[in-house]
C-alpha cells in the first residue's frame, strides 16, 4: 500500500471491529474475572477518558480545516490541545477507550483485540501517516515530530 493510499478499513471500523471480537472473547471466557466488581468499574476512567481525548483531537482538525480521515486533503498541521503531548492523540484514545473497557470486562482473553488494534493502528495507519505528513509539511514536521513523542 503506498505512503498515499487510502487505507480500505478505517480505523474507526477497526474499534468498532475489535469492541464486538472483545465481547465475543468475554461471552466465551470463563467466568473467572481477575478484577471483582466493583473495582472492574474503574475502566470507565480510562474509557471516557479516551473517549474525550479522541473526540476532542477530531474537532481539532474540523476547526484547523483539515482533512480528519486518514490521507484526506492534509491542509494544516495541527499541534495545539492532546497534539502538543502526542502525535496520535485520536489513536491512544481509542486505545484507552478500548483498555478502559478491557478493565470493565475484567477477562483477560478481551486483551486481545485491544493489542491487535493497537499493532494495526501503528503499522497500518500510523507509519504511513508520519511518512505523508512530512511530504506534505517538511521540515515543520519533521521538527514536530522530534518535539512530541508518537505515542506518549
Known sequence: MGVNEKPRILPVVWLFLAVVAMAALHGLGSEKHYLPSPWNWLGLAPAILGTWMAAISARAF????????????????????FYRFTRNPMYLGMVLALAGLAIVLACLPVWLPVIGFALVIHHVFILREERFMEQVFGEAYVSYTQ?????L
Open 62 to 81: 474540523t476547526k484547523a480545516e483539515t482533512g480528519l480521515l486518514p490521507f484526506d486533503d492534509a491542509t494544516a498541521l495541527v499541534t495545539g490541545g
Open 147 to 151: 518535539r512530541v513523542r508518537r505515542w
